[in-house]
């Protein structure tokens, strides 16, 4: 099989780590297969987007949980939830990359649309695994939340989006340490962690 998705989408986000436009065409010539093909693989310029992203944000995820995990016991403040820790961890690496930046900055409406429609390829993914890190704390410390779960990971992922893309949605300079703040107070409130 020529250029399984899996290197589609390898590619796209190599290109994109690069800090270069995704060009279908050029994507296309370089894994030696039509533009046709190329979109059957993955789908239009936008789905290709998405997945590098996904891919790319995934990855970012994962390191970000591997290294509150390999943390020493004790150096996060005492009661911080662990999935609190990986978001902010995981938001502040999003928020200075230069790939993405880049990306957002040359493209910003195609940006905003790839990373932030509630059917793409980014943002449900990302509530998902949001959920997952509650599960995880919610079950550890026996905890009872008022909302449901994936409710409180979309809302987590709509207030983080709306602070690490504030320059774009509304003319703000991104503020991640207030979109810490924020999202720490609304998960520990629906959560009901008392300090």
């Known amino acids: 099989m020529i250029a399984p998705r899996e290197e589609v989408v390898h590619r796209a ?3 994109l780590l690069a800090g270069e436009r995704l060009d279908t065409t050029t994507l296309a010539a ?4 039509s533009r046709v093909t190329l979109f059957r693989r993955v789908g239009n310029r936008d789905a290709i987007l998405g997945e590098a992203m996904w891919w790319l944000a995934e990855r970012t995820l994962r390191r970000a949980t591997e290294a509150h995990d390999a943390r020493p016991e004790g150096a996060e403040p005492p ?8 978001a902010e961890d995981f938001r502040h690496v999003l928020g200075t990359a230069p790939s993405l930046r880049r990306f957002i900055d040359d493209e910003p409406t195609t940006a905003l649309r790839v990373l932030t429609d509630p059917r ?6 990302l509530a998902e ?4 890190l509650f599960e995880r ?16 990971s ?8 709306s602070f690490l893309y504030s320059d774009v949605m509304v003319s703000r300079d991104p503020d991640l340490k207030a979109a810490t703040t924020v999202i720490d107070a609304l998960v520990t409130g629906v959560l009901g962690v008392r300090d």
């Open 13 to 15: 986000a190599r290109t």
């Open 30 to 33: 370089q894994l030696g297969i």
């Open 79 to 86: 009661g911080r939830l662990r999935s609190l820790a990986i």
């Open 120 to 125: 793409g390829r980014v943002q449900p993914r």
């Open 129 to 132: 695994a949001y959920t997952a």
């Open 137 to 152: 704390d919610v079950e550890e410390r026996g905890l009872t939340p008022e909302i449901a779960l994936p409710l409180l």
């Open 154 to 161: 979309y809302a987590v992922v709509r207030l983080g989006e």
